[in-house]
């Protein structure tokens, strides 16, 4: 049963980094930590928001392609496997250790997943981060009592933008996709929920690989999640 302002709609799946928590200072810290244990040069914070959301092993590798071509080593795919593995186990270290010390929830967030659960809307947690690091986190900021499911970028065979971790999402949730609102900050969510048949709603103040996220093809934008259940309300009463 969901509220008559959400009719059509009977679940929601919340993306994490960049839509509900700004990781952006975890993740420069525990990428500092690694590039220092590998003895190379650090990386600017600012580079890494643009390599954010396509999961930690896209994040590493692109991390070592930069800090390497900045260095003036113009590395092979051969030279950044070699450092891969010592990378992720130095890299999952540090970010285990300070996981949510230098991240923030962004405002309204409590109150847009409080709204959508108050509107009988059946709520799951779908990130590209690992789940060990995604779990603790989403403790950590005490977001995860609102979730019937989190599944992280290890969950399933492939990852955002493929619609399959959607899909897999909405079994658990027990929903159909044309029914079960993405909402997410960048084009890998509403690729995803495209490709899914999903409604999606981007937030506009999250990552989006550093693009205009108004340029992504969406169902709706909302400031902030606590906007979420007014504005679709919105929409769904003009169309
Ligand atoms: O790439 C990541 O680690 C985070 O991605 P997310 O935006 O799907 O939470
Ligand atoms: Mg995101």
Not at 103 to 118: C, D, E, H, K, N
Not at 119 to 144: E, I, Q, S, V, Y
Not at 176 to 194: E, I, K, Y
């Amino acid at each position: 049963m969901t509220a008559p302002g959400l009719q059509g709609i009977d679940a929601a799946i919340i993306d994490l980094d960049g839509t509900m928590v700004d990781t952006l200072g975890d993740f420069a810290q525990a990428l500092g930590g690694m590039l220092e244990d590998l003895q190379l040069p650090a990386i600017e914070p600012a580079c890494i928001e643009h390599m954010v959301g396509k999961g930690s092993e896209h994040l590493l590798r692109s991390v070592l392609n930069h800090v390497l071509t900045q260095a003036g080593k113009a590395p092979d795919a051969s030279e950044i496997e070699a450092l891969y593995a010592r990378a992720w186990e130095r890299y999952q270290h540090h970010y285990l250790v300070i996981n949510g010390r230098y991240s923030s929830v962004y405002p309204g967030v409590q109150q847009g997943l409080m709204a959508l659960r108050g509107a009988g809307l059946r709520l799951a947690c779908l990130t590209n981060k690992p789940a060990g690091f995604a779990l603790p986190l989403l403790r950590a900021k005490g977001l995860d009592g609102f979730f019937d499911h989190v599944f992280g970028g290890d969950a399933f065979e492939r990852k955002k933008p493929d619609p399959l971790p959607i899909l897999k999402t909405c079994a658990a949730l027990g929903t159909l996709p044309a029914r079960t609102l993405m909402v997410g900050d960048s084009s890998n969510d509403a690729r995803a929920a495209r490709a899914a048949g999903c409604p999606v709603a981007l937030v506009t103040y999250g990552y989006n690989h550093g693009q205009p996220v108004r340029e992504v093809d969406a169902d709706g934008y909302v400031n902030a999640l606590r906007e979420l259940v007014p504005a679709w309300v919105c929409a769904l009463s003009k169309s």
